[in-house]
């Protein structure tokens, strides 16, 4: 939690938020995710500074408890001092025991935030899904609570002037706004409406405009003329000397084509692979022009060039 700091912004984590991305499609599955199509609204998790503290805890993490889908779970929550914005103790269940921290006693706008990343946690762990490292596996929590539609809370808790600023969770504003950008695409949502942060809806427009640019990297038909150009040059050098060579950092790969022995098909032939712009699992058709390219795991459809 940055409280008063300076707040990092940019994509810092960006890879492991697409493969975070990955991970939960794979986990749940297409149905699965595609029942959290419904984010928590506003109305949801409102909590009054008249509200009586402990039944408002209560009331959002009952909420948030039946939007993760956690009927059998229930959520004990207290305050204390402590250095982070809020802990859980994941245990076998099915009581589960979140501590917040003191502030949150007068910043209750923000404890909906809070409870999001924690009770995402319990989700994750009964779900056995986690990422390597402390740090990867807090990043899957906020891209898992933010892609189930519940963590654009999280970013409405940030805010920031030339005095203060304030930020809940582990991703950056853009990331936050980039992965509540690809939920939006896919579900079809206008979260615009629903931050009370304006610095929050500067985050989430910066978020889009780099999820509309992974929609339009070649070999999309989308790509612009730059990507195109350059596509076209990293064809012909594979073509002639195969991939080696290439730029690793490109968004595609080319190899050749092989048989079902695993030997390279006589007379060449080449696949290019990228990464699917929605879920960025890895997508390989082969290279011969104009073709529709189906990703298994998010089964959205891909207009390329190849």
């Not at 501590?99 to 949150?104: G, H, Q």
């Not at 609570?145 to 504003?173: C, I, M, N, V």
């Not at 079902?260 to 692979?273: K, N």
Request: hydrophobic share 35%.
């Amino acid at each position: 939690m940055a409280d008063g700091g300076p707040v990092v912004h940019g994509y810092p984590h960006l890879e492991t938020v697409r493969s975070a991305i990955t991970a939960i499609y794979k986990r749940l599955s297409y149905d699965t995710v595609h029942t959290f199509s419904s984010s928590v609204t506003p109305v949801d998790v409102a909590f009054s500074d008249v509200d009586d503290l402990y039944l408002g805890v209560q009331r959002v993490a009952r909420e948030l408890v039946r939007h993760y889908r956690l009927p059998d779970a229930r959520m004990i929550v207290s305050f204390r001092e402590m250095r982070h914005a809020a802990s859980v103790e994941l245990a076998a269940g099915p009581e589960y025991f979140i501590e917040l921290n003191d502030r949150f006693r007068t910043h209750r706008r923000d404890i909906g935030a809070a409870l999001a990343h924690e009770i995402m946690h319990v989700y994750l762990h009964r779900l056995d899904l986690s990422l390597p490292g402390t740090r990867d596996n807090e990043i899957l929590t906020d891209t898992a609570a933010t892609y189930l539609g519940a963590g654009w809370l999280l970013l409405d808790a940030f805010r920031e002037d030339a005095a203060s600023s304030q930020k809940l969770g582990y991703l950056t504003p853009e990331e936050f706004g980039y992965v509540l950008a690809k939920r939006s695409l896919v579900f079809g949502e206008g979260p615009e409406t629903w931050f009370t942060s304006p610095q929050a809806y500067s985050a989430y427009e910066r978020g889009l405009e780099q999820a509309r640019r992974d929609e339009r990297q070649p070999p999309m038909t989308a790509a612009g003329w730059a990507g195109r150009r350059r596509y076209a040059k990293d064809r012909r050098y594979a073509q002639d000397h195969g991939a080696r060579g290439l730029d690793p950092a490109s968004p595609y790969t080319f190899s050749a084509a092989v048989d079902g022995d695993g030997a390279s098909r006589r007379g060449g032939g080449l696949r290019v692979a990228f990464a699917c712009p929605t879920c960025h699992q890895r997508i390989r058709v082969p290279v011969r022009g104009r073709v529709r390219a189906r990703c298994a795991l998010c089964r959205t459809v891909w207009e390329c060039d190849t």
